[in-house]
């Protein structure tokens, strides 16, 4: 799946994946549309994706902070 806006969801083999900015997100948690999400090392969502998931559309992000 291909991520058409410069923020979007993308299912990739069973994970969840959010690409910000030409990259996906690693180790790092951020609030999208009011909710904490955490991702990984591998950039893959740790927790339940929203329901829209998958969907390329623009959403708020506010507050990263970097896991190290």
């Not at 969801?9 to 994946?17: A, D, L, S």
């Not at 990259?23 to 991702?39: E, K, S």
């Not at 390329?56 to 190290?68: K, L, R």
């Amino acid at each position: 799946q291909t991520c058409a806006l410069p923020i979007c969801w993308v299912n990739f083999n069973g994970q969840t994946f959010y690409y910000q900015n030409g990259q996906y997100v690693v180790n790092v948690t951020l609030t999208i549309d009011g909710v904490a999400y955490t991702f990984g090392s591998d950039g893959a969502l740790i927790g339940t994706p929203p329901a829209n998931a998958g969907a390329s559309y623009s959403v708020s992000v506010s507050n990263p902070v970097t896991n190290n």
